[in-house]
């Protein structure tokens, strides 16, 4: 079974930081090994959107503009392991932090992270309050 676990997230002020991982489980050989790892969010109200994503190979990346600077995103190949620095935390960072491994639109409409709007393995969402 694949599953994919985050932790850490909470509260914090605005300037302050927090840090996320996530493990990574039951995802071996090729298909890991070709995957994208990547960090979504989704705060209320609003569409799921992509913070940061890091191929398994570390040859490809990319950080959401609003994000660039003060979140940076890192990977343990060898633990399976995903990770999510955030510094400089502004109130509107405030969201349900989701990881994910080869998460891609489907064809089903919709504003929610996760399935079934996305393909891949997800993880069950932890939440991060910035407050001013």
């Known amino acids: 079974e694949v599953r994919l676990a985050e932790s850490g997230g909470g509260s914090a002020q605005a300037g302050g930081s927090l840090s996320l991982s996530c493990m990574v489980s039951?995802?071996?050989?090729?298909?890991?090994?070709?995957?994208?790892m990547a960090w979504y969010r989704q705060a209320p109200g609003n569409e799921c959107e992509l913070v940061s994503a890091?191929?398994?190979?570390?040859?490809?990346?990319y950080t959401k503009n609003s994000v660039k600077g003060r979140f940076t995103a890192s990977q343990d190949t060898a633990s399976n392991m995903m990770y999510l620095q955030m510094n400089r935390l502004l109130p509107e960072d405030t969201a349900v932090y989701y990881c994910?491994?080869?998460?891609?639109?489907?064809?089903?409409?919709?504003?929610?992270?996760?399935?079934?709007?996305?393909?891949?393995?997800w993880g069950q969402g932890t939440q991060v309050t910035v407050s001013s």
């Open positions: 994910a491994v080869d998460g891609v639109l489907s064809k089903v409409p919709g504003h929610a992270c996760g399935p079934p709007r996305y393909l891949g393995y």
């Open positions: 039951g995802l071996t050989g090729l298909t890991l090994d070709h995957s994208e």
């Open positions: 890091l191929s398994r190979d570390g040859l490809s990346s």
